[in-house]
């Protein structure tokens, strides 16, 4: 029973409060490691094979260090007092939900889009985005805000309740762990999981592997995406068309799915430093994008994730009253 309240604490706690600036976050003391081992190895290995060695021993140290780390903190604060474990677990797995991130981030950009102030929406969204920002046009900018909110429901909400579930169903692990296991990866990925160098060969193992541990997160929720939109078998069609000419894995399949449900079209060219780089279309452009199809895709997400929260919940309920059905007992 601790575990389904710890899940609902985080999950208040990351609607109402998420991520609150200047307060420290596991986030960015991984970035810290990240960014000075990277600095490293970019120093002391100059050959790609070294360098793929070393993005192995990157990925392993952090990832595995992160789940460690976790699931030290939640052993001593146990022992120290039950509230403060509670607590504390609470915290650091809101940390790792991103849903009032998402929210908060598209608002920003949002709201001087929509009073007429275009300036200061692409600076604004140039916080958020890798592309170029000073020359899109109010379409391309609310592309820009959909195709953000909807590729990031997967790895920055869904992933992390999939992996905090899976570990509380383990004997001895818990929901912290394997959460913040998996967003050790996805900032791994985020940091170095690029082709362009100097990360072309450090960071191939992160990028491979987050989209392997995104692969399973990314299709369920596709399919609770389809199944809430009451059209699972349109939208599941459409993603089969589109969403494999992605060169992701993954993002290709979570936009797909929001596009299909709101009846819009994501992909097309991006801007990086004045270079132009194609991406598929996705979904079917039936009528352009609004602001009110972003706060669409906002509360999907967010009914997705209360879906995957009382399944979780019911879950670990009944492998509590009934041990032996727990799938990793021995």
């Given at each position: 029973m601790k575990s389904s309240v710890i899940l609902i604490i985080a999950a208040?706690?990351?609607?109402?409060?998420?991520?609150?600036?200047?307060?420290?976050?596991?986030?960015?003391?991984?970035?810290?490691?990240?960014?000075?081992?990277?600095?490293?190895?970019?120093?002391?290995?100059?050959?790609?094979?070294?360098?793929?060695?070393?993005?192995?021993?990157?990925?392993?140290?952090?990832?595995?260090?992160?789940?460690?780390?976790?699931?030290?903190?939640?052993?001593?604060?146990?022992?120290?007092?039950?509230?403060?474990g509670i607590t504390l677990e609470s915290i650091l797995l809101a940390s790792c939900f991103a849903a009032k991130s998402l929210r908060t981030a598209a608002e920003a950009v949002l709201e001087p889009l929509t009073a007429g102030n275009l300036a200061s929406a692409r600076d604004v969204l140039s916080n958020y985005v890798g592309r170029d920002t000073q020359q899109l046009s109010e379409p391309e900018i609310l592309r820009a805000v959909l195709e953000t909110v909807t590729e990031n429901a997967t790895d920055g909400v869904m992933a992390p309740l999939f992996y905090a579930t899976l570990g509380a169903c383990i004997p001895g692990v818990g929901l912290i762990p394997l959460a913040l296991a998996y967003k050790a990866s996805s900032t791994l990925d985020s940091m170095v999981g690029y082709r362009e160098a100097p990360y072309t060969y450090l960071g191939w193992f992160s990028a491979r592997l987050e989209d392997y541990l995104t692969w399973l997160p990314c299709r369920l929720t596709v399919i609770s995406l389809a199944l809430l939109s009451g059209k699972p078998l349109d939208v599941w069609r459409i993603c089969y068309r589109d969403a494999a000419k992605d060169p992701s894995p993954n993002s290709g399949w979570s936009e797909c799915a929001y596009a299909a449900i709101l009846g819009v079209q994501m992909g097309g060219t991006n801007f990086y430093g004045g270079v132009p780089k194609p991406k598929p279309l996705l979904g079917d452009a039936i009528h352009p994008i609004t602001p009110s199809d972003i706060q669409t895709a906002l509360l999907l997400t967010r009914y997705c994730f209360l879906l995957w929260l009382a399944i979780a919940i019911a879950l670990l309920v009944i492998l509590v009253s009934k041990p032996t059905l727990y799938p990793f007992s021995s």
């Open positions: 208040l706690l990351d609607y109402c409060i998420g991520d609150p600036w200047g307060w420290p976050h596991p986030v960015q003391v991984m970035g810290w490691i990240i960014s000075r081992l990277t600095k490293f190895f970019i120093s002391v290995c100059q050959h790609p094979l070294t360098q793929r060695i070393a993005g192995i021993l990157l990925a392993i140290t952090l990832i595995i260090g992160s789940g460690y780390c976790g699931w030290l903190i939640m052993k001593v604060t146990q022992k120290w007092h039950p509230l403060w």
